[in-house]
């Protein structure tokens, strides 16, 4: 569907294959893109997260992916 797609944090992780924990840290580095709804509650979008993912290179061994 055309329609945005808003994940929470487990379930952007589950959607990834990845924890909450590095979900936070990607957050946290501005590694992925995010909102705010309130103080408590961070949703994503998952095709944004995804592209953000793509166009970053991955680290050396960690598998994980770092902006430049």
């Known amino acids: 569907s055309?329609?945005?797609r808003l994940l929470r944090t487990p379930e952007l992780a589950k959607?990834?294959?990845v924890s909450e924990k590095t979900i936070a840290n990607w957050r946290e580095k501005?590694?992925?893109p995010f909102m705010k709804?309130?103080?408590?509650?961070?949703?994503?979008?998952l095709?944004?997260?995804?592209e953000?993912?793509?166009?970053?290179?991955p680290s050396?061994?960690?598998g994980l992916f770092h902006a430049n």
């Open 47 to 50: 095709d944004a997260v995804m």
């Open 60 to 62: 050396d061994g960690t």
């Open 30 to 32: 501005k590694r992925i």
């Open 52 to 57: 953000a993912l793509v166009k970053g290179k």
């Open 37 to 45: 709804q309130s103080p408590r509650l961070i949703v994503y979008n």
């Open 15 to 17: 959607e990834l294959g």
């Open 2 to 4: 055309s329609a945005t």
